[in-house]
Each structure stands twice: as C-alpha cells, then as structure tokens.
C-alpha cells in the first residue's frame, strides 16, 4: 500500500505535506484522535484534543475492502471483530496501521456514545468532545460481529 498525502492544510494554508499511513487520512499532527489504554477494553480510542459535534474523525473505509470469503472465514475463527458493512462491501479495521476507526470501544453500560458510523464508512462525532476522552461507536447494523 502507498502511504497517501495528509488531507489537512497547515496554518497557512497549504496542503500538509505529510505521508499518512498511520492516522489516515490526516497525519499525526493534524489528526484529533490517538489510541491509548482503555478501561472498557485492551485499548481504545481518544481525543487529542477538543472535537466538534459533526467532526470526522476516522474512515472505515480507508484500506482495501475484504472479500466475502475472507469474512467468513474471519467470522468462523472469531476474528471478525472490527468488520463493518458499507456500501455492499466488508471492511475491516482491526489493523491500526491503515486506520484507527477499529480502536472505537462500545460505550459501557451508564456512558453514553459520542460516535456514530455513517453510510459512508466515516466515524462522525455526535456531540462536542473534550480533549483526553475516550470514544465510543455504537456497533449497529453495519458490524459484522
């Protein structure tokens, strides 16, 4: 896979210059989300610093999609954990070095969720956020678990 070009522009205006394989599709300057420890679960994702209501911050369908096949054979050796269901095609982002959108916990029982998988394979914030708090994604319809 070729590393792509950071999406963002810097302060003047420019575009980022950055390859972005790891935080896609915005380099680790310019992204709001970084992975750490989670207390739900092995590790979770988290905001860097503040994130508006409605922000994108990560693509599930930033790599390549899986076939059929290897869904199903994921799903029979209980590895399918990070798979989702976008536009008639599977993804997985179990791998956080193409995309962090598979580091998104389920809100515990008494926590609210602050992220919501769009038609379109983005995670979108569904409320102001502050810097250092874990993220959560409802897992709906779209996972394939």
């Not at 580091?103 to 983005?122: F, H, I, S, V, Y």
Request: hydrophobic share 35%; proline share 5%; aromatic share 8%.
């Amino acid at each position: 896979m070729v590393c792509p070009q950071c999406g963002a522009n810097t302060k003047v205006g420019a575009r980022c210059k950055r390859k972005t394989c790891r935080w896609a599709p915005k380099c680790f300057s310019h992204t709001s989300v970084s992975i750490g420890s989670s207390g739900v679960s092995g590790r979770g994702l988290f905001a860097r610093k503040p994130i508006r209501k409605n922000e994108i911050v990560a693509d599930y369908t930033f790599g390549e999609p899986i076939t059929p096949a290897t869904y199903l054979s994921k799903r029979q050796a209980g590895t399918a954990t990070h798979v989702a269901f976008i536009n008639k095609q599977h993804y997985d982002a179990s791998d956080s070095s193409t995309t962090v959108a598979g580091m998104a916990n389920r809100a515990p029982k008494g926590k609210r969720n602050n992220l919501q998988l769009t038609k379109t394979g983005k995670l979108k914030a569904n409320k102001n956020i502050a810097a250092g708090r874990e993220l959560f994604l409802a897992y709906g319809p779209a996972f394939r678990i």
